[in-house]
């Protein structure tokens, strides 16, 4: 059985080496799009609010309310401005906002992630005074459970970090933080036990496998590997829980955001390819790619609906995760919403 299991790995790691030579000359943009968008802005904010930037999003343990990280009704410095507004919320599944916290607690709410008790993690990725370069462990309530980093202080080291942009909490309770937002930091990922303590780390600014420029987003499959999204590289880099490199996937985009299902289904969220400022990964399309980690095989792309425009920056989702029924929510920093995608088929 092991042994057919790892033909198994075999196969699919084959086949996703093909994909990935075949890089932006046979770039992933066609594949169907079975999901209808909700118009407008999805999720009811307080009165006297309106949706600022968001990259944060996860769904709760049910599998179908949805955690949402939100920048105080702007993007940099609006949480710190707006200090008694809460930026993490918890939403329903019609869009209704159950509860909210962390108002005066986090400076810019950058990746999210919901640990198997149902903890919500936050990576704080700026700095104002005492305050931000943390990952933060919430109780389900809001309760601050566990803070990583020095508040207000930019390093890396093992107690610091500059500009956080995502962690995520193996089975066994290890943590993993992607540590460096901007091609030019820290470009690392960190490894913690559970209690906090500093284990190991990996990368540094390249591009060969094993660095980075701008780790941005954390998943983990079924078999404990670990998706990176490596923005500035336009690729996913894929290691075991020790850092040792595995494979190297291109046909995902130039990932801002990546969720994995309890299927092994893989969300990217691309939001930069095409980029009018740079030109980044040229040939891709910006929109969420979907397909199974076990062949790396894209099977369903919602397009982004600006990205003929020539828009400059960052537009679709950045963040992105789906519910028990196979809905997908994109969280947007350019256009500030909440997105939905319903799967109609």
């Known amino acids: 059985m092991t042994r057919i ?59 179908m309310n949805v955690w949402v990280g939100e920048r105080c009704g702007a993007n940099q410095g609006a949480c710190m401005q707006q200090q008694d507004w809460d930026p993490i919320m918890l939403f329903s599944p019609n869009g209704e906002l159950i509860r909210s916290f962390g108002a005066g607690m986090i400076v810019w709410p950058h990746g ?14 700026a700095g104002a005074g005492d305050k931000g370069h943390q990952v933060h462990k919430f109780s389900p309530m809001g309760e601050l459970l566990m803070s990583l980093g020095t508040a207000g202080v930019a390093g890396d080291g093992e107690d610091t970090f500059n500009q956080p942009s995502d962690m995520l909490v193996a089975p066994d309770g290890s943590i993993f933080v992607v540590d460096g937002h901007g091609a030019g930091n820290n470009n690392r990922v960190v490894k913690f036990d559970s209690s906090g303590d500093y284990i190991m780390q990996w990368g540094e600014t390249g591009k060969e496998n094993g660095e980075f420029r701008d780790p941005h987003a954390l998943a983990m499959d ?57 030109m980044s990964n040229m040939g891709f399309s910006r929109g969420i790619r979907i397909g199974s980690v076990h062949d790396g095989l894209i099977t369903a792309f919602i397009p982004d609906p600006q990205w ?22 994109g969280a947007e920093v350019g256009p500030r919403m909440l997105r939905k995608h319903v799967r109609v088929r």
Request: proline fraction near 3%.
């Open 308 to 329: 003929l425009l020539g828009v400059r920056g960052t537009t679709a989702a950045e963040g992105v995760t789906a519910d028990a029924l196979g809905n997908v929510y």
């Open 5 to 63: 299991r790892q033909i198994g790995f075999e196969l699919a790691a084959t086949a996703a080496l093909l994909v990935t030579l075949a890089g932006p000359v046979l770039a992933q943009n066609h594949a169907p799009n079975p999901y209808r968008t909700v118009d407008g802005v999805w999720g009811q904010l307080e009165q006297g609010r309106t949706w600022g930037s968001t990259s944060a999003v996860y769904m709760a343990p049910d599998g």
């Open 222 to 278: 079924s078999q404990g590997r670990l998706f990176v999204a490596d923005r500035g590289n336009s690729r996913t880099q894929i290691f075991d829980q020790n850092g040792n490199h595995l494979m190297t996937w291109t046909q995902f985009g130039r990932p801002s955001g990546l969720y994995i299902d309890g299927n092994d289904v893989m969300y990217a969220a691309d939001s930069e390819s095409s980029n009018a400022g740079s």
């Open 112 to 125: 999210l992630h919901v640990d198997s008790e149902g903890n919500v993690w936050v990576a704080d990725a």
